[in-house]
């Protein structure tokens, strides 16, 4: 069966210092890989999504950016935190195949940027 | 782009009762539209979605209904049940396969009164 897996869980960063997220996906080959960040009180906002190595999608400009070095492996980053990066990031996956569109979210990691 | 607005932001009805949340979207090629219910401290997870070709779909005490003319959906909860307390997402997508975006809604938190 499929998993994903993200890490870490919950993070408190100062103003300034670097972020790396990172998410992973087993039991699939070739997925499709998102990065979503929900604010407090806000709906889902789709960050980036690739649909494989090497190949990201920005949604939105900001101060983020990611990377998937891997088939099953997708990590988001930043050199410089700000405050507006605070929130809950989602990793999610999708079938490239599959007949239904069902994403997969991971379990989130919860970012405090102070 | 595709834009989706969801109403209302907080719902609480009683044990029992029905609840509805109700959905908008922007772009008329949007032809998929998932409904996924996050709990507390975890991904959002699918729990019904419609397709464009159907104007109704249930799935025991859920339903989902899809207006194509007025741009609309709606999630229809029956006999709501403590366990039903979570916070719903509406989205669409210009279609189901893998390379199709996913845009969400801004969600309903639901209460359930016992």
């Known amino acids: 069966s499929q998993t994903i897996h993200q890490w870490p869980a919950t993070l408190v960063q100062p103003v300034g210092s670097p972020l790396s997220l990172e998410c992973t996906v087993e039991g699939t080959s070739n997925p499709n890989l998102y990065w979503y960040r929900q604010a407090a009180g806000r709906g889902l906002q789709l960050l980036f999504y690739s649909v494989g190595i090497g190949q990201i999608s920005s949604e939105v400009p900001q101060n983020l950016s990611a990377s998937r070095p891997q088939d099953r492996q997708f990590i988001l980053s930043s050199k410089k935190l700000l405050l507006s990066d605070s929130g809950f990031y989602l990793c999610?996956?999708?079938?490239?195949?599959?007949?239904?569109?069902?994403?997969?979210f991971g379990e989130g990691s919860r970012l405090t940027v102070l | 782009g595709e834009n989706v607005e969801q109403h209302p932001s907080t719902l609480s009805v009683q044990e029992g009762d029905s609840a509805v949340i109700k959905c908008t979207y922007s772009d008329s090629a949007s032809n998929y539209f998932p409904w996924y219910k996050q709990e507390l401290g975890k991904g959002p997870q699918l729990i019904i979605d419609i397709r464009s070709n159907v104007g109704e779909k249930k799935d025991q005490r859920i339903a989902v209904t899809l207006n194509k003319t007025a741009k609309h959906f709606s999630l229809h909860i029956t006999e709501t049940q403590p366990e039903d307390s979570a916070v719903y997402f509406c989205?669409?997508?210009?279609?189901?396969?893998?390379?199709?975006?996913?845009?969400f809604g801004s969600g309903t938190r639901l209460s359930i009164r016992p």
């Open positions: 989205a669409a997508s210009p279609g189901y396969s893998s390379a199709s975006k996913i845009i």
């Open positions: 999610a996956w999708r079938a490239l195949d599959a007949n239904t569109g069902e994403l997969f």
